[in-house]
């Protein structure tokens, strides 16, 4: 697992969209996708490098997946993960909508939905996963307590979720469930990038870079996987390394 530190969360939204840049540029193709406030820098920051593209740069070969929906919401709530997609990324990309893949909240057979959607995700590995990451540790919506051998499935979401995600419905309820990619089906891309900003996270950062493997914090499953980089400010890293009574100031890179 490779841990950058970077001095600043827009400093981190740059170089993860750099990066994410990069692989494509060296031929990734099948684009894993998150939602989430981290997210919102990281796509502008995407958005701006991807406008200085020559003008006949085509995107009909990218094929998107995004981890997760709200039940209940479509594409046209604006509180749907798909309707954030369209405004930070597929919209300012033109992106095709044929080549673009949700999980449908709306599908009138949920499991079959999930069916579906774990194997169009998984027809052949997705090159590079973007993830954020819950303060309980949680990726996509899976859980604690999610089995790491998990595709994707229904879940009901923690309190903690609804109260970490409740600013995005202005006073409202969030649904409280919701479809998501499964943590095996995330550990089945190539590659992954875990972005991370703001000392609210420092309890679920300090699980996955210290704590146990184990299905308590769902991110440490990524300890598992081969090709992890996780991106997080200064303020985050500073507040987990508080944690663990430590001053000692990390390397850019580190193997757990
Ligand atoms: C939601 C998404 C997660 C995301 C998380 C982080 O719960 N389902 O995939 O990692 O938000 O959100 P934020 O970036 O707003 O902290």
Known sequence: MQLRVLETSESVARLVALDLWESIEAGARRLGFATGRTMIDVYREFVELAEALPKNWNWSGIQTYNLDEYVGL?????????????????????LDNAHTHVPNGLAPDLERECQEYEEIATESPIDVQLLGLGINGHIGFNEPGTPFSSTTHIVKLSGATLQQNAPDFDGSEPPGKALTMGIQTILNARRIMLVATGIAKAQALEALLYGPVGTECPASALRLHPQVSVYVDRALMDGVLERQQSKEVPTHEIRV
């Open 74 to 94: 479509g594409p046209q709530n604006s509180r749907s993960f798909h309707y954030f997609m369209q405004q930070h990324l597929f919209l300012p990309l033109a």
